[in-house]
């Protein structure tokens, strides 16, 4: 991978880090060898990363004293898809044009994680799959949407394409908002049927993008996808079915 690629990603790391430890401006980093042991990187890539950071106002190296927060972590994906937040809260439609937008953008990074995937990309991958069985085996839904919102991340993020793991940052929240919704909508802790498919086709994921296999990986998200857009739409008309029943109730009218 090119250097400047490296040190973006890291860069990136080292965000999420600020942001996941709530520094503030003023606030001292870890020492440069704790940070590249923290985050599994070279010192060399880390004082790339924080080079670029300091160059756009966020770190500051002072020498002799270490490496400081400047500036506040700007959430600027957040502000991406502000406007996108209301459409989402009072028409809960909009989750079908997140879905196309996931089809379009995680059947593309698939097929590239699975020719890109280092090893710690790998090991990353599989240990938020085995988070999101542990936390549907205790059945606890808000974690395992996070866990399974996290898995379809880890595999964005292992085809090193530093756009699209942008966008898929940006998308992250909405992203798990929906997946939350999605697993609520498919009744998937009451149906054993629709979570174990599911299941499934993560796992089958998992081992092609691990596998090397780029093709099976394209195959497997796209069944993925569609699966979850063909259980949201009879789901969908079931309710409807049912709001419909529950007019005709109170207006009275009967079939004999």
């Excluded at 998937?188 to 090397?212: C, F, N, W, Y």
Aim: proline share 4%; with cysteine.
């Amino acid at each position: 991978m090119p250097a400047l690629r490296l040190s973006d990603r890291v860069a990136q790391q080292v965000l999420d880090l600020i942001q996941s430890t709530s520094l503030q401006p003023g606030s001292k980093l870890p020492t440069e060898r704790v940070l590249a042991e923290q985050l599994g990187v070279s010192r060399t890539a880390l004082r790339e990363a924080i080079q670029k950071l300091g160059s756009r106002g966020v770190l500051e190296s002072r020498v002799g004293a270490g490496t400081f927060v400047l500036a506040p972590v700007q959430q600027w994906h957040e502000q991406a898809i502000a406007p996108l937040v209301p459409l989402m809260r009072d028409d809960p439609q909009y989750r079908y044009d997140v879905l196309e937008a996931r089809q379009m953008i995680e059947i593309g990074s698939a097929w590239h994680a699975a020719q890109r995937a280092t090893e710690k990309d790998k090991d990353h991958i599989r240990r938020c799959f085995d988070e999101m069985l542990r936390h549907q085996q205790s059945q606890d839904a808000a974690n395992s949407a996070r866990a399974d919102a996290q898995f379809h991340l880890a595999i964005a993020e292992a085809s090193h394409n530093v756009v699209v793991v942008q966008v898929m940052r940006s998308l992250f929240e909405m992203v798990l908002g929906t997946v939350a919704q999605n697993r609520r909508v498919m009744f998937v802790h009451d149906d054993p049927k629709v979570l174990e498919r599911l299941t499934l086709q993560h796992h089958d994921l998992m081992q092609a993008v691990i596998s090397g296999e780029p093709e099976q990986a394209r195959a497997i998200i796209g069944e993925h996808l569609a699966y979850v857009h063909e259980k949201l739409t009879q789901a969908d008309a079931d309710a409807a079915r049912v709001q419909r029943q529950g007019r005709l109730t109170t207006t009275g009218l009967t079939f004999s």
